[in-house]
């Protein structure tokens, strides 16, 4: 097993700077891009995108996906105004230098929606250049919200650039196994959000204090000799046990971080603990 530890930074900090900061104090050399500076990163000119770059490589950090909001709108949504943000995402991916671009796959859309689905993710991989793939994230309320309906898009497009990343938590607040849909999904999954989450409330918490069995995940990553990333999303705004933990915390040096940063740092924490 070969892996990179990167992130959604944003949620240390709107703020790039801070973002980049605590990156580089905790040894992680990559980044999942989503917020800069309180904007989506789609929403960056080409222009500004080449700024960003420069900046990034600045401080020795390097983009290991675009955690993009495609396919994050209604089924019932017009398309075309969608399908040219991921043109321009595409671009942003060139000049980030990065092969990974994670979408989903639509809102409000069922069994009956299916066929509409598979017409909107063809068109993104009709637009998708050589050398770049798509990530498809099992995500809450889209069509692929569980690991057969995952499953049923990437074998309807085996063989093109999508692939999977591998969310637990989110599986888990839709009351699937994580372990069972890590097992049928295994064969498509290139990337992996590192969260948990309890399946008796859908409460998220750091990886390995909830039922994601995060000690066995990384087993099965193992086992498959895994080359790759983690990437730490924790959601953690509402984890209840933090003070418990703070007391005896050494991972949080700065006593007067904002609770992003103590939270990014806890799931951090969490993570390197499990890792062999």
């Given at each position: 097993?070969?892996?990179?530890?990167?992130?959604?930074a944003?949620?240390?900090?709107?703020?790039?700077?801070v973002?980049?900061r605590?990156?580089?104090?905790?040894?992680?050399?990559?980044?999942?891009?989503?917020?800069?500076?309180?904007?989506?990163?789609?929403?960056?000119?080409?222009?500004?995108?080449e700024?960003?770059?420069?900046?990034?490589?600045?401080?020795g950090?390097?983009?290991?996906?675009?955690?993009?909001?495609?396919?994050?709108?209604?089924?019932?949504?017009?398309?075309?105004?969608?399908?040219?943000?991921?043109?321009?995402?595409?671009?942003?991916?060139?000049?980030l230098?990065?092969?990974?671009?994670?979408?989903?796959?639509?809102?409000?859309?069922?069994?009956?929606?299916?066929?509409?689905?598979?017409?909107?993710?063809d068109l993104?991989?009709?637009?998708t250049?050589?050398?770049?793939?798509l990530?498809?994230?099992?995500?809450?309320?889209?069509?692929?919200?569980?690991a057969?309906r995952?499953?049923?898009?990437?074998?309807?497009f085996?063989?093109?650039?999508l692939?999977?990343?591998?969310?637990?938590?989110?599986?888990i607040?839709?009351?699937?196994d994580?372990?069972?849909?890590?097992?049928?999904?295994?064969?498509?999954?290139a990337?992996?959000?590192?969260?948990?989450?309890?399946?008796?409330?859908g409460?998220?918490?750091?990886?390995?204090?909830?039922?994601a069995h995060?000690d066995k995940?990384i087993?099965?990553?193992?086992e498959?000799?895994?080359?790759g990333f983690l990437?730490?999303?924790?959601?953690?705004?509402?984890?209840?046990?933090?003070?418990?933990?703070?007391?005896e915390?050494?991972?949080?040096?700065?006593?007067?971080?904002d609770n992003?940063?103590?939270m990014?740092?806890?799931?951090?924490?969490?993570?390197?603990?499990l890792?062999?």
């Amino acid at each position: 097993m070969r892996i990179e530890l990167s992130g959604f930074a944003d949620e240390i900090n709107p703020l790039m700077d801070v973002q980049l900061r605590v990156l580089n104090d905790l040894g992680i050399r990559f980044i999942e891009l989503r917020g800069v500076d309180g904007n989506n990163i789609t929403s960056l000119t080409l222009e500004e995108t080449e700024t960003l770059k420069k900046k990034l490589e600045a401080n020795g950090v390097q983009v290991s996906a675009i955690g993009s909001p495609l396919g994050k709108i209604s089924i019932h949504d017009e398309f075309e105004p969608h399908l040219a943000l991921f043109d321009h995402v595409v671009k942003q991916a060139a000049i980030l230098g990065t092969k990974y671009i994670r979408m989903f796959s639509f809102y409000d859309a069922d069994e009956k929606e299916r066929d509409e689905v598979l017409r909107r993710l063809d068109l993104f991989l009709k637009h998708t250049p050589s050398g770049l793939t798509l990530l498809h994230e099992n995500e809450k309320g889209i069509y692929g919200n569980t690991a057969p309906r995952c499953l049923d898009l990437l074998e309807t497009f085996k063989g093109a650039p999508l692939l999977a990343t591998y969310d637990p938590a989110n599986l888990i607040q839709e009351k699937q196994d994580a372990l069972e849909s890590f097992d049928l999904l295994k064969p498509y999954i290139a990337y992996v959000h590192v969260k948990d989450a309890r399946m008796e409330d859908g409460a998220v918490v750091p990886a390995g204090m909830g039922d994601a069995h995060w000690d066995k995940l990384i087993s099965r990553l193992e086992e498959m000799n895994y080359e790759g990333f983690l990437s730490l999303e924790p959601h953690l705004a509402d984890f209840a046990g933090y003070h418990a933990l703070e007391r005896e915390a050494d991972w949080m040096k700065d006593k007067s971080a904002d609770n992003g940063e103590a939270m990014f740092r806890l799931a951090h924490h969490a993570l390197t603990q499990l890792l062999p």
